[in-house]
């Protein structure tokens, strides 16, 4: 497990480096801050950033480095109201929006809805990937979606505010324009619908970038911006100035205890507790007593259903409940689980689920026994829970497991994974064997035989292509969660992740028709 994690923050420093070293002194050069240090600057000192998707993009677009998706999301304090960051990185690719830049966008803008988070979007981008526009443009999940978000939030009061430090062309201009408030660096923010180059071939009028859309200009005579900034650190001043004039109060729906205590037994010991070989199974309680406060856990049904472990615990104290794998799902932890998710509804306290599943149990015998219709109970339930959700995969996160215990479909506030986990329709080595099945089958209709070199055809590209797109980063990479994080910051990033989600209000719960 170290020598994984030791893989994912080599990884991670090198893109949170941004564009080259040639892009990044052309950026400085300007006078501009690299992209984290606008954060870290905008943010209250000392205070936590949660990085959201740092290796988005990863290895996605084949020569091309487009380094954390040329845009840094992520949520941290700003006068003591926790946001959502979202800031283009102008050193990648000039900023431009590729494919999983524009997803990534939008998962930042569906986080902050769901959480009820001010977003602050600094703007220094040079607009659409030209190149990609096919998947970037025209569909629903596209970059207009970006404003169409914008126009949302903003007419439910979630604050929108935007932060010109940098080109903001053609459709990007509508980021600023469409800000409650928004902030433009003197000769460095820009904002127009068309550059100087097609003005000039529509129109035959020859203009500066800074005459057609500068901040002299937009802050006195078009008015399309609010505060007029001499530099990045005086335009993320006026900023933090802004957040502070919100009038917004956090209001927790749950009683959180005021005695915060930590585990007993280091986090650390889960790296010597969870492997990489997903085959050695582990006791996932002892992973639960690294993470929650004082190690203390009261759970629910302890005899009952035993592969599937239940109950309340504390994460800085805020009151969860905890779901978590220790085995496959029989109808009896499908039941307990649907009856425990219940309970929290109920209660209106946030479930935690820790995933390490292979999936629902197969066979004769458990189909006799209704595990389709048990396991589709707590499915139900995990869909219909209007409790703040995050989801964490230690593991194996496998089939209609992955629905069970809440994967991506299942809208969970957040979703990680540790380096050591894998997620696939089901494993590479059960998906060589179904389709060798089938091709013997096949020829056994035609009277001939799988020979052992036709069987190690099929066998090995498929093993290879699973075990390469089962991979955190793959996954990671392609926007299937919301980063991958090392075993030991887990309490943090969960604590972290719970007090931005309780800023929104928890929602009344109605279950559909459980078949019995």
């Known amino acids: 497990m170290q ?58 677009y084949g020569n091309e480095v487009v380094n954390s998706g040329a845009i840094v999301t992520g949520i941290g304090r700003i006068c003591g109201q926790e946001c959502m960051v979202v800031a283009n990185d102008a050193t990648v690719k000039a900023g431009t929006y590729y494919p999983l830049t524009v997803k990534k966008h939008l998962r930042a803008q569906e986080i902050a809805r769901q959480n009820r988070l001010p977003t602050i979007y600094l703007v220094d981008s040079g607009g659409a990937n030209l190149p990609h526009q096919a998947d970037i443009f025209p569909d629903a999940n596209h970059f207009g979606r970006i404003f169409y978000n914008e126009a949302v939030m903003s007419s439910e009061g979630i604050p929108q505010i935007a932060v010109v430090m940098g080109s903001c062309t053609a459709g990007g201009a509508y980021v600023p324009a469409m800000a409650d408030e928004n902030v433009i660096v003197r000769r460095q923010g820009t904002i127009f619908l ?79 507790i969870v492997g990489t070989d997903l085959k050695k199974s582990f006791d996932v309680r002892e992973v639960i007593a690294r993470v929650v406060d004082g190690s203390h856990f009261d759970e629910f049904k302890a005899q009952y259903g035993s592969t599937l472990v239940t109950g309340f615990a504390h994460l800085y104290g805020y009151p969860i409940g905890i779901v978590a794998n220790n085995g496959v799902l029989f109808s009896e932890s499908a039941l307990k689980g649907s009856h425990f998710i219940q309970l929290c509804c109920q209660r209106k306290i946030p479930i935690v689920f820790l995933q390490n599943i292979t999936g629902f149990m197969i066979g004769r015998e458990a189909e006799s026994s209704g595990i389709a219709k048990h396991g589709a109970k707590m499915v139900t339930a995990v869909a219909c829970a209007q409790v703040p959700k995050l989801t964490l995969i230690i593991g194996g996160s496998y089939g209609a497991g992955n629905y069970g215990m809440c994967g991506r479909a299942y809208s969970p506030r957040f979703l990680y994974m540790w380096p050591n986990a894998r997620i696939s329709v089901m494993g590479g080595e059960q998906a060589s064997g179904v389709m060798t099945t089938i091709t013997r089958e096949q020829k056994l209709r035609e009277n001939k035989t799988l020979t052992d070199e036709e069987e190690r055809a099929i066998r090995t590209p498929i093993e290879a292509k699973f075990e390469a797109e089962g991979s955190p980063y793959y996954s990671s990479a392609r926007l299937w969660d919301d980063g991958v994080i090392d075993p030991k910051d887990t309490r943090r990033v969960l604590g972290l992740s719970l007090s931005a989600a309780l800023n929104a209000d928890i929602a009344d719960t109605k279950f559909g028709v459980f078949r019995m």
């Open 3 to 60: 020598t994984l994690v030791k893989h994912l923050k080599t990884l991670v420093q090198s893109v949170s480096e941004g564009g080259d070293p040639k892009s990044r002194l052309r950026h400085t050069s300007k006078g501009k801050l690299l992209v984290r240090q606008r954060v870290n600057e905008l943010l209250d000192p000392f205070s936590a950033f949660l990085e959201l998707s740092p290796l988005a993009a990863h290895n996605c």
């Open 194 to 272: 068309a550059g100087p180059p097609l003005v000039k071939a529509a129109t035959g009028e020859t203009v500066s970038s800074e005459e057609l859309g500068g901040a002299d200009m937009h802050c006195s005579t078009s008015g399309v911006t609010d505060y007029y900034a001499h530099n990045d650190r005086h335009a993320l001043q006026i900023t933090r100035n802004i957040v502070s004039n919100l009038n917004r109060q956090k209001k927790v729906d749950i009683t959180v205890s005021p005695d915060v205590t930590e585990p007993k037994w280091p986090i650390e010991d889960i790296y010597g």
